[in-house]
């Protein structure tokens, strides 16, 4: 287990059984009422279209206009200004979802490194399945948060824009591992206590008014008949012989 041991435990909607009192996680257990599992989707699946480029490309440009045209912040404003936003998200809530649909949940405070959520998902794999590399990553777009990237591994939580929630996918070296029908290879102990995902809301659904049957009726039939006798009209001038009026 990581040092972030004695994190509190994220809460759970009142909809949902608490799990053991023990724990600092919450195990969620996959959805039941999906018709099909979901496909691994390859790597192509996320490389990103010309559209998709252009789009990005606007906007790094707009960003950069806007910090050429815009006046020149001492540094300790700036990083002032950086501090202030970091201080409203202390804590950072993740989700790590299985291939199976199988959920961790965990609260860690902002400053910690993606390390620490490495260190937490490996201590709750099966003894069998712990020396498999695994890797964490979002999408889409597809971002590899790897503990060997320098430009991962040194940021926290907050600086890899991971505040205030957000959900990671992982992916394991081993092919077999990543099959959506495989389940997750948690410990028994974490099986035991997950509990099933909250229900979304619902929201009442406001009656249609009926329609009057009476009107429509009588309008058809007025609509109906008008349109009977113009077409009367039309075949009759149609057979009138010429010369007579």
């Known amino acids: 287990m990581s040092d972030n041991a004695d994190t509190q435990p994220t809460a759970i909607p009142s909809n949902s059984p608490p799990p053991a009192q ?22 192509s699946f996320f490389t990103p279209t010309s559209s998709d480029l252009k789009s990005a490309q606007a906007t790094l440009s707009s960003r950069t206009r806007n910090l050429n045209d815009s006046p020149l912040q001492l540094r300790a404003s700036r990083e002032a200004a950086l501090q202030a936003r970091a201080e409203k998200y202390p804590n950072t809530t993740l989700r790590i979802r299985f291939t199976d649909r199988t959920q961790l949940e965990k609260t860690f405070p902002s400053t910690d490194k993606i390390r620490s959520v490495y260190a937490f998902v490996r201590n709750l794999l099966r003894e069998d ?43 394991f070296e081993d092919d077999k591992l990543n099959s959506s029908t495989y389940p997750a290879p948690l410990v028994d102990s974490a099986i035991s206590e997950a509990v099933e995902l909250p229900r979304p809301p619902e929201f009442p659904v406001a009656p249609s008014p009926a329609p009057n049957s009476g009107s429509g009726a009588s309008t058809s039939k007025l609509t109906g008949d008008s349109s009977a006798e113009a077409k009367e009209k039309k075949i009759s001038k149609f057979f009138k012989l010429p010369g007579k009026k």
Not at 26 to 38: A, C, I, R, T
């Open 129 to 171: 399945v712990k020396p498999i590399k695994f890797i964490l990553y979002q999408s889409p777009p597809k971002r590899d948060l790897k503990v060997s990237d320098p430009a991962v591994r040194d940021l926290n939580l907050y600086e890899l824009q991971l505040a205030p929630s957000s959900v990671l996918l992982l992916r």
């Open 22 to 43: 023990s724990t600092s996680y919450v195990v969620y257990k996959p959805p039941v009422n999906l018709s099909s599992p979901v496909p691994n989707l390859p790597d």
